[in-house]
């Protein structure tokens, strides 16, 4: 069944869109420089207002401790407890040790699965892993044989911040 042509509607697709929408479309309100700088104020503060938690804490600048309501008590972060709580040199070598042989051996799984594939890039992604693995074992070797403060890094970096070892 057709429909009735109505001359103040033609019957193009676009022009059905357009009327059965209807609506209207202007331009934005101009903002003049005081009101853009002010609403990034107002962005900043909220983002600090996000990363230190309620709207009454006070932060000091480095992140490292905040005063709660204007308490005299500060709040120690939980990075800053586990960094001051590590534990001893050996200690730390070991697991540094230990989480570095598993990565190897994640690799090495994957590099196997990747050979036995045989798919377009293959190739590329296989030495891309060989590559990786021969970081980590030359990382391997200079842990074993590093100071106490790169021993200390790599171990906030993979432990505390959970990055990964490369």
């Known amino acids: 069944m057709a429909l009735p042509a ?11 869109a357009e009327s059965s929408a209807s609506a209207v479309v202007s331009q934005p309100v101009k903002i003049d420089s ?7 104020e107002d962005i900043g503060r909220i983002s600090e207002t996000a990363a230190t938690g309620p709207a009454n804490d006070q932060s000091t600048g480095d992140g490292a401790m905040t005063q709660v309501g204007g308490s005299s008590t500060p709040v120690v972060s939980a990075r800053d407890q586990a960094i001051a709580n590590l534990p001893a040199p050996r200690a730390m070598q070991k ?32 030495n891309m892993l060989y590559t ?24 906030i970096r993979v432990f505390i911040d959970k990055q990964t070892v490369l």
């Open 132 to 155: 990786r693995i021969h970081h980590l074992n030359a990382l391997l070797a200079e842990l074993l044989s590093s100071s106490v403060e790169v021993l200390k890094r790599l171990f």
């Open 34 to 40: 005081n009101q853009l700088t002010s609403f990034l």
């Open 6 to 16: 109505n001359p103040e509607r033609p019957n193009s697709p676009s022009s059905a």
């Open 95 to 126: 697991q540094l040790e230990a989480h570095i042989r598993v990565e190897i051996k994640k690799l090495r799984k994957q590099a196997k699965a990747i050979a036995r594939i045989n798919q377009p890039g293959g190739a590329h992604r296989l």
